[in-house]
Nanobody
Framework: QVHLVESGGGLVQAGGSLRLSCSAS????????MGWFRQAPGKEREFVAA????????SYADSMNGRFAITRDNAKNTVFLQINSLEPEDTAVYYC?????????????????????WGQGTQVTVSS
């Protein structure tokens, strides 16, 4: 069972950038498709980005407007989320999630229900 720990969140001014990390233990990250989600106060958890186990395929929520980039380093068991041009509306707890996949599964997954493993989240606060 993989254990996920997010880091890299914090307080940042609008227009700034952050790089979130998701470190995995207890499993080989290359066996998992990964996703990032976020949850703002009073709102449901929403999809941000997803990446296939190999890193060759990625997907983003339409509302992210090209400011987000998901990458992974399987050798380091880590997935990243780069966020540029941060806006106050990006304030949320950001979660990474993992879905075990066969090597023949080259896809990414956008739905919360596709993921069995979740981290505890990292807070991102953007001031205006």
């Amino acid at each position: 069972q993989v254990h996920l720990v997010e880091s890299g969140g914090g307080l940042v001014q609008a227009g700034g950038s952050l790089r979130l990390s998701c470190s995995a233990s207890g499993g080989t990250l290359s066996r998992y498709a990964m996703g990032w989600f976020r949850q703002a106060p009073g709102k449901e958890r929403e999809f941000v980005a997803a990446i296939s186990w190999s890193g060759r395929r990625t997907s983003y929520a339409d509302s992210m407007n090209g400011r987000f980039a998901i990458t992974r380093d399987n050798a380091k068991n880590t997935v990243f989320l780069q966020i540029n041009s941060l806006e106050p509306e990006d304030t949320a707890v950001y979660y990474c999630a993992a879905r075990w996949v066969a090597y023949s599964d080259t896809g990414y997954y956008m739905g919360k229900s596709h993921y069995a493993y979740w981290g505890q989240g990292t807070q991102v606060t953007v001031s205006s």
